[in-house]
């Protein structure tokens, strides 16, 4: 079965710092893997996803994610957070006819 | 054009309770998949329904059941409503199959209280 981890429950950085959150996943086959974006009370919003190919991928908000197979890593980044990134960050995989979820980053941005 | 909507927003109910969540995909869309996300953690897997039949369930019990209906719109139901059910329940719909992909789409949930 597959599984995803989240290692970081909690990240706070200052407003036009450097970001990165981290996701490792578990599964056997080649992945599909996402990062989705939370805003409290709300449904989950796509940020960007990898299928296949070039192991940067490029996402909305200015955001990016790295795959890296030997390491079983697609870790989240962004040069320069912006107050309004503030949100819960689930990174997720998809296998077995189903999304599978880590337990969610939440990032808190201070001015 | 619109997003998955899902009703109602929000609702309390009381343990033993029964209750129905209803889920609209995004037109075109055949796939539609139940997720019950709990306070402080992530999204977990309930059903996935694809052209009306059942793909995948979750480790969920027997009380909790689903269907799609021929216009793809899809129910969830819950019977005997314990407080451990409370949670935020989210439905997503994709075009294709399997589920999510190329994208999955998500309502903004119904937040179910049980007390």
């Known amino acids: 079965a597959q599984s995803v981890t989240q290692p970081d429950i909690h990240i706070t950085v200052s407003e036009g710092a450097s970001l990165e959150l981290r996701c490792n996943y578990s599964?056997?086959?080649?992945?599909?893997l996402f990062w989705y974006v939370q805003s409290p009370g709300q449904g989950l919003q796509l940020l960007l996803k990898?299928?296949?190919?070039?192991?940067l991928v490029q996402g909305i908000k200015g955001f990016e994610a790295e795959f890296k197979r030997s390491q079983s890593s697609f870790n989240l980044r962004k040069p320069s957070v912006h107050w309004s990134d503030a949100a819960e960050y689930f990174c997720?995989?998809?296998?077995?006819?189903?999304?599978?979820f880590g337990t969610g980053t939440r990032l808190t941005i201070i001015p | 054009d619109a997003g998955v909507t899902q009703s109602p927003t929000h609702l309390i109910k009381t343990r033993g309770q029964h209750v129905t969540l209803r889920c609209s995909p995004i037109?075109?869309?055949?796939?539609v998949s139940w997720y019950q996300q709990v306070l402080g953690q992530g999204p977990q897997f309930i059903f996935q329904?694809?052209?009306?039949?059942?793909?995948g369930r979750g480790n969920f019990p027997d009380r909790f059941s689903a269907r799609q209906f021929p216009n793809y719109s899809s129910e969830l139901n819950v019977n005997a409503l314990l407080l451990g059910d409370s949670a935020l329940y989210l439905c997503?719909?994709?075009?294709?199959?399997?589920?999510?992909?190329?994208?999955?789409?998500f309502g903004q949930g119904t937040r179910l209280t049980v007390v």
């Open positions: 990898y299928f296949s190919g070039d192991t």
């Open positions: 037109s075109g869309h055949k796939s």
């Open positions: 329904y694809y052209e009306k039949e059942e793909r």
């Open positions: 599964y056997g086959a080649t992945p599909y």
């Open positions: 997720a995989v998809l296998g077995n006819e189903k999304l599978t």
């Open positions: 997503a719909s994709s075009l294709a199959y399997p589920p999510g992909l190329p994208e999955a789409f």
